[in-house]
């Protein structure tokens, strides 16, 4: 009895020794660099077997940009499956704990197959190729072999990725958003910004106009009490707002600089920078133009503007009450789900108004790309057949698959090459959440576009195949059928065809090009790095305290205590910095090495 | 004759008695080795410019840095302050409620219509195995302006013309917060005392209505004392995680607005560190927080064996 007894424990012993021996080297496996197995890992898949479709290959898509997880479905899933025998699960940070999971992917050592980077991502993507987490896309010839789109269309891209991030050699990705060439805004019929507002509404007001922003409150003030209720009979606001997506700062307060032609490169840094001209504004400048967002804000809502729930509701809430006609008021152009064709043809929708001291901010098209960027995972399974894939999205056939679904489905060429819609594309464009047949892949359009990328090409490149932009909204067989009573009403007024129309006539725009910085990206020291997340919690918690403050004396003395705050915590210091960067883009730019 | 049978014994299994002890204490001092010691090796990252990714070994060394960056400005000194006044007054709240399920269990086990009882305390318990994500769904379900049933309510009875938005205001949100609190883990925490109070003499509850005892006199001279044990040692434990407070009830129900009221110490360290990516810095206050702590405790035993004569260490 006792010798069993023994030895059960001496057997538990043995497990329990060897189970903490094991244990010791978790954290060990996480800390030796990734770097070593990494050759071994990506090494024979890439040299030796070469391309090999035979098995279903689920591409492990870390995303940054977007806003669905999980398998990607219907008809693109259906491309993925029937030409690579591929499907995309897709992980997206924003949907799952933001840059806490980053900072987890990024300690397990491994990012996935396919790692798309959002903005501010300079230091991301400089940190992770530190670790040895991203592939180098001219290992094993990977690029030479597979990825001849990118070397014959996109050398500048590849030489910009190199610049920034490969000391010059090594190319680890590409940016979102390519250009064949740099001509003008990359933007289709609608700019980013607008402002956006009830047409309908406005019109029956008599189309005042406006000088300033400030100037539409007394008007939305008049639309709020013309229309007091939405669709379903809920109470309307000029504005909705959300705060999930704020970093730093409050991120619709950062929208009026995008309204006088200055962004901050959403680098969250708290300093605005003019798309154009060599130009800066802090974001804590008194009387500036974060100061004077703030007080847009809080004036709206003591007139009774602002939805109460802004502070606790997210994008998707705001969506469906823009959709219920709840929201009279939006910086964006794409928050513009009101425009249904139910509604359109009664006249109603939310159309571009402008006012004369705008200047709205552009990107230019670029050869380089924007910053995010879609790079190969150091621990991916099968580089090949990723490069392979993304050889394809990048191609002609693959963005114009990529924004319009498959040839035959939503468009077909029509007479000298050029694209038409089909009936299904039709109604697709007029509702993009119409079903498709099953030999499509089934379900919503709108929900099987593809979900692993922010934008391969810019959708407003011309194709090299049908002479016409990929944007099925700039066809022309397009812009001759896409008219409805309430955009007829706006055409007329305005004197344009589109609102981007009116941006280019009236010289309105400030273009920010992407410039080319010989030194590489610079990469913000830990301190800095902690001087920001401070102070950025500050900046935006004190921004949404000011926005539903008491009274006028309640929001100057929040803002100057935001200031000192700010200041005290080392400010001037992230200010320093930045403003350094900026002059080196201005001094790009200057030499004219920004495309 | 009795040692020797032992010695032998031993001898013929090969182990004294000694080592057996030892190995059987073994397993569990190698779970606390490795779940309670080896995350230890984590503060390494408070020495060091931690990136995520990276060994440490690769990282630069920079000692006491973020240890001195805590109290590196007045405003940075003012944070700190902030954080901890939130953490001690969201504690000290919850310790000051910590009689209302003594009250509460007491008061129960005088129910005697035993369904009511029992459904009474079904519905109380239950709270506590609600996550507090879905207690905040609930909170929205109930307050949120656009549908909440408070707000509606309000409104069709016409007391209110323009919804508020009850979850973003930081009136009495320590209070509110500790109503959540207690909502949640009133019923739970009050089963132990039920326990207590199972096990009392019912012998002396006799003899104190014969003497005429009414019903609350049986209570305070009887039911108290006799819970009072229990009491206490629940109390030194909580002062103990005095700091600790956790930090799922305040990061679900943190917002822009009352963030600066309820940012304890520990949602203070993860929107810091994970939130902000300032991984060290976020690792040195923590280690600061174990250190306060550890002074906690032995304050509280201190305290305790001052005033009870016997301490719990």
């Known amino acids: 009895m006792k010798k069993t007894i023994a030895l059960t424990l001496a057997l538990l012993l043995a497990l329990l020794l060897i189970g903490c021996t094991a244990k010791p080297q978790t954290p060990a496996t996480t800390d030796t660099p990734p770097k070593d197995d990494a050759p071994t890992a990506t090494a024979p898949a890439a040299a030796d077997e070469g391309l090999n479709m035979d098995e279903l290959y689920t591409v492990q898509v870390f995303s940054m940009t977007s806003n669905y997880a999980g398998i990607q479905p219907g008809w693109f899933a259906k491309i993925l499956k029937d030409k690579f025998n591929m499907e995309h699960n897709i992980i997206a940070t924003n949907l799952e704990g933001g840059d806490s999971k980053l900072a987890t992917m990024m300690a397990s050592g491994d990012l996935g197959d396919l790692v798309v980077f959002g903005d501010n991502s300079v230091d991301t993507i400089k940190n992770a190729i530190d670790a040895g987490l991203l592939l180098d896309w001219n290992d094993n010839d990977l690029l030479q072999t597979y990825g001849q789109t990118f070397l014959q269309e996109f050398p500048e891209a590849l030489e910009y990725n190199k610049a920034m991030f490969g000391n010059g050699e090594k190319v680890y990705g590409i940016g979102y958003n390519v250009s064949y060439d740099s001509k003008g805004p990359n933007e289709g019929t609608d700019m980013i910004w607008g402002p956006y507002i009830r047409w309908d509404l406005y019109e029956a007001l008599g189309c005042p106009e406006f000088t300033t922003l400030e100037e539409f409150l007394p008007v939305l003030k008049q639309m709020q009490e013309m229309c007091p209720t939405s669709d379903t009979g809920k109470p309307t606001y000029a504005f909705s707002m959300w705060s999930d997506w704020d970093n730093t700062h409050m991120m619709f307060a950062k929208q009026y600089g995008a309204m006088h032609g200055y962004n901050d490169g959403d680098t969250g840094n708290l300093l605005f920078i003019n798309g154009a001209e060599p130009k800066y504004e802090s974001f804590l400048e008194e009387n500036g133009m974060y100061y004077r967002s703030l007080k847009l804000f809080y004036d709206a809502n003591q007139m009774g503007l602002v939805d109460p729930d802004s502070i606790s509701q997210k994008n998707a809430d705001v969506t469906a009450k823009i959709a219920d006609g709840q929201v009279l008021f939006s910086y964006f152009s794409w928050v513009t789900g009101y425009n249904t064709p139910t509604h359109t043809a009664e006249g109603k929708g939310m159309y571009m108004v402008p006012f004369k001291n705008e200047k709205v901010y552009s990107y230019a098209q670029s050869t380089y790309g924007g910053i995010r960027t879609t790079c190969i995972g150091a621990k991916a399974k099968d580089p ?105 009403n706006w055409r007329e007024h305005m004197g344009v065809r589109t609102a981007k129309d009116y941006f280019v006539k009236n010289n309105l725009l400030s273009i920010y090009k992407v410039p080319f910085l010989p030194d590489g990206a610079r990469m913000m020291s830990q301190d800095l790095e902690q001087k920001k997340a401070t102070i950025g919690q500050i900046v935006q918690e004190y921004s949404w305290r000011m926005v539903f403050a008491s009274s006028e004396a309640e929001f100057d003395s929040l803002w100057s205590e935001m200031r000192d705050k700010a200041y005290g915590l080392g400010y001037q210091e992230l200010l320093d910095w930045t403003v350094e960067g900026a002059e080196a883009e201005f001094a790009a730019r200057e030499a004219g090495l920004n495309q | 004759m009795n040692t020797t049978t032992v010695v032998r014994k031993a001898t013929r299994h090969g182990l004294p008695d000694k080592y057996k002890l030892f190995l059987m204490a073994l397993p569990f001092i ?25 060994p440490l070994d690769a990282q630069s060394f920079v000692g006491l840095k973020w240890f001195q960056t805590l109290i590196s400005s007045p405003v940075q000194r003012q944070e700190v302050i902030r954080v901890m006044t939130n953490t001690i007054v969201m504690s000290l709240l919850n ?164 963030r600066n009221k309820i940012e304890v110490l520990d949602l203070y360290v993860y929107n810091i560190g994970l939130g902000g990516g300032s991984f060290s810095y976020a690792t040195a206050v923590s280690i600061l927080k174990s250190i306060v702590s550890l002074t906690l405790l032995f304050v509280a035993n201190g305290l305790s064996k001052v005033i009870r004569g016997n301490t719990i260490l």
């Open chain 2, 30 to 54: 190698l779970l606390v080795l490795v779940f309670s010691y080896g995350p230890l090796f984590g503060w390494a990252y408070a020495f060091f410019d931690y990136r995520p990714g990276i």
């Open chain 1, 384 to 488: 090949v057949r990723l490069m392979d894939f993304l050889n394809w999205v990048y191609s002609d056939e693959g963005t114009m698959t990529y924004y319009n679904g498959p040839e035959g489905m939503a468009w077909n060429y029509g007479e000298e090459g050029k694209p038409e819609l089909t009936e299904l594309g039709v109604q697709i464009y007029n509702n993009s959440t119409t079903v498709i047949p099953d030999e499509w892949g089934g379900g919503e359009y709108e929900d099987g576009r593809p979900k692993f990328s922010p934008g391969t090409v810019t959708n407003t490149t011309v194709s090299k195949v049908t002479g016409e932009p990929f944007l099925n909204k700039l066809w022309t067989s397009v812009l001759d059928m896409d008219t409805n009573p309430a955009l007829e």
């Open chain 2, 95 to 258: 310790i000051a409620c910590s009689v209302l399920p003594v009250a509460f269990a007491v008061f129960l086990s005088e129910i005697k219509v035993g369904w009511y009882k029992k459904t009474v305390q079904i519905l109380t318990t239950l709270p506590n195995f609600i996550s507090w994500v879905l207690v905040y769904s609930f909170a929205y379900a109930l307050f949120n302006t656009n549908n909440g049933f408070i707000n509606m309510l309000m409104k069709s009875l016409g007391v209110l013309e323009r919804p508020i938005n009850f979850l973003a205001s930081p009136d009495h949100i320590w209070l509110k917060m500790c109503l959540w609190h207690i909502w949640k883990t009133l019923g739970w925490s009050s089963i132990m005392y039920l326990a207590a109070i199972a096990g009392i003499d019912q012998e002396l509850y006799e003899a104190a209505r014969i003497d005429g005892a009414g019903r609350f006199q049986v209570i305070w001279h009887i039911t108290i004392p006799g819970i009072m044990e229990t009491y206490f040692v629940l109390l030194l434990l909580s002062i103990a995680n005095f700091i600790s407070n956790g930090m799922e009830q305040y990061f679900v129900f943190q917002n822009p607005m009352n």
